[in-house]
């Protein structure tokens, strides 16, 4: 079992949302449970996938075990298989990764919840758990030799303190203190579990744990996010850009956008778009946004060093590109999100063409989206982008602001996802990317043409 344990919540926590619906929906079907609930229980559920568990919902939780009194254990444990599965499909693709870095460091890995045992043991197994810590209901035989449940619980009810207290229980059968483990849990009613081990991390924290965290200098993480991006009651900097971003770029420019639904509205994609300005995140932005997306963009370390602009980056998950540091860092992290599930924007460019490059109707690209899909299967999907450049052309250090009316008209058109991508042969890969994303601009950036010396001055910085 090893010297010591990580203890994991399940609600909230490797789940973003409750597990209850899941497990009551596979009750029904197995004729166990009938399909009405308690007066109310919806509005609550909803009200816990917000704000984190309440003591009426608890109450509910807690008298749950009058409802199982004779019920044929057998029957509860095959819904409850089916139940796993489903779930199991919930878990968030990082809170996978936190329990194998758990493991990694020699850890028996716990899931301490308040859902019955019976219930969530499946998962547990499946998610590769050593044990489990949770509520458990009474059992009888019964004079048919069929073994039931009795209605009453069988030891104390696992939550808040009760919680802390079978862990206690669980630790000193196992010979662990609980000073060498840790624990991972949204609810300000696990702070005395959270206290009582050595490492401590609140995981999606309701709005009660995540000030006690901020005190006690728990480290605070949202499993449905990149590192570092902050979350309040489920909101996060890019759902305010969401907002704001139409109404911040209107001014500046018309903006033609075509073919969002070709960016799946879940599951890891790469959006890889043509660069021609300082003006492009804007036009990507309204894009992958307005596809329901969050755009997790590559950004050079420079903008990350600037004052404003990179705490701004950070925030909305972006990913630092150090080319002259550990350049691998960042395709290792564009890795880490696709497995995610994340949408990563990529400009295989890499910096806006100069001079007569920036002219070429020929598009030449790197071939990190393309290695990118081949590692993680994500596909493809290409986005052309015209007209930012008559917006912010590069020779200005600042956007033109033209008279309301007489704006420049942006394209931004999404073209279909490109699959299959092998990595066997990374430079055709790319040039098929980039071919796809050439596809998808106007006639006029497919034409060679000699540029004049004011178009080829505009192209260099100011």
Not at 155 to 161: K, M, P, T, Y
Not at 231 to 250: F, M
Request: hydrophobic share 45%; net charge positive; charged share 20%.
């Amino acid at each position: 079992m090893g010297q010591a344990a990580a203890f994991f919540d399940l609600d909230r926590t490797l789940l973003a949302s409750a597990s209850a619906p899941v497990l009551h929906a596979e009750l029904v079907k197995a004729g166990l449970v009938s399909e009405r609930r308690v007066p109310g229980s919806p509005a609550l559920v909803g009200l816990y996938n917000r704000f984190g568990e309440t003591t009426p919902a608890m109450l509910i939780a807690r008298a749950a075990v009058l409802g199982s009194r004779g019920h044929a254990t057998a029957d509860v444990a095959a819904a409850a298989e089916t139940a796993g599965e489903i779930l199991e499909q919930l878990i968030a693709p990082r809170a996978r990764t936190l329990i194998e870095e758990q493991r990694s460091k020699g850890r028996a890995l716990v899931m301490a919840t308040t859902t019955p045992a019976h219930l969530v043991t499946p998962l547990a197994l499946r998610l590769g758990f050593d044990d489990v810590v949770a509520t458990r209901y009474g059992t009888y035989v019964g004079d048919d030799g069929v073994r039931r449940f009795n209605g009453r619980l069988d030891g104390g009810f696992v939550w808040g303190a009760g919680k802390l207290l079978a862990v206690r229980r669980w630790a000193s059968k196992a010979g662990i203190r609980l000073k060498d483990c840790a624990a991972f849990s949204d609810s300000i009613y696990d702070v005395g579990l959270l206290a009582a081990v050595g490492e401590a991390c609140a995981v999606n924290p309701d709005i009660r744990l995540a000030p006690i965290a901020h005190l006690r200098r728990w480290p605070i993480v949202h499993l449905e996010a990149p590192p570092g991006v902050p979350k309040v009651l489920g909101v996060e900097p890019l759902d305010l850009v969401r907002l704001a971003l139409p109404h911040i770029a209107a001014p500046f420019a018309r903006f033609e956008i075509s073919g969002l639904d070709n960016i799946a509205p879940s599951g890891p994609v790469i959006v890889a778009a043509n660069h021609r300005s300082y003006f492009d995140p804007v036009a990507y932005g309204l894009a992958v946004l307005g596809a329901g997306r969050y755009p997790r963009g590559m950004a050079k370390k420079e903008l990350f060093d600037a004052p404003v602009v990179g705490p701004l980056l950070r925030a909305g998950g972006a990913i630092c590109v150090d080319r002259d540091g550990n350049a691998r860092n960042a395709y290792h992290q564009a890795e880490d999100a696709l497995r995610a599930g994340e949408a990563v924007l990529i400009a295989p460019q890499g910096t806006i063409p100069r001079g007569s490059a920036f002219f070429d109707p020929e598009l030449v690209g790197k071939t990190g989206a393309a290695r990118l899909a081949a590692a993680t299967g994500a596909p493809v999907v290409p986005l052309g982008l015209w007209g930012t450049e008559a917006v912010w052309p590069r020779s200005t250090r600042l956007p033109k602001v033209p008279v309301l009316g007489r704006q420049p008209t942006v394209s931004v058109r999404v073209g279909k996802p490109i699959t299959g991508l092998t990595g066997r042969d990374a430079e055709a890969d790319t040039r098929r990317i980039m071919a796809a994303i050439s596809e998808l601009l106007p006639l006029e950036a497919r034409r060679r043409r000699e540029p004049s010396p004011d178009e080829l001055a505009s192209t260099f910085p100011a």
